[in-house]
Nanobody, 124 residues
């Protein structure tokens, strides 16, 4: 399983970015997906998750109302639309596969496969 994240970059506070993650697996539509982020010296943290059919989503409190996770099971792609970005959103963002169709989980250890990360920098 390979994941390729893209869409990161430099944006001013208040701006928007859309991250994409293409997953090379035939069974993409069978698994929950998640986005995480990490800054230097800090643990990787859950940002958003989406169920295998896209019917359920979960968000960290810090991004609720600003970020939206979605997926296209035909394109094997999961997205993270980030609006009203803040400097504290600056991080490397990772997409990940949770080999389950059960409840969306927020713990890093539940996710089996990870992308390489894409850097998001929000300037003030």
């Amino acid at each position: 399983v390979q994941l390729q994240a893209s869409g990161g970059g430099l944006v001013q506070a208040g701006g928007s970015l859309r991250l994409s993650c293409i997953v090379s697996v035939h069974t993409f539509g069978m698994y929950n997906m998640g986005w995480f982020r990490q800054t230097p010296g800090k643990e990787r943290e859950f940002v958003a998750g989406i169920s295998w059919r896209g019917g359920s989503t979960s968000y960290a409190d810090s991004v609720k109302g600003r970020f939206t996770i979605s997926r296209d099971n035909v394109k094997n792609t999961v997205y993270l639309q980030m609006n009203s970005l803040k400097p504290e959103d600056t991080a490397v963002y990772y997409c990940a596969v949770h080999l389950s169709r059960a409840t969306i989980l927020t713990g890093v250890g539940y996710y089996a496969y990870w992308g390489q990360g894409t850097l998001v920098t929000v300037s003030s």
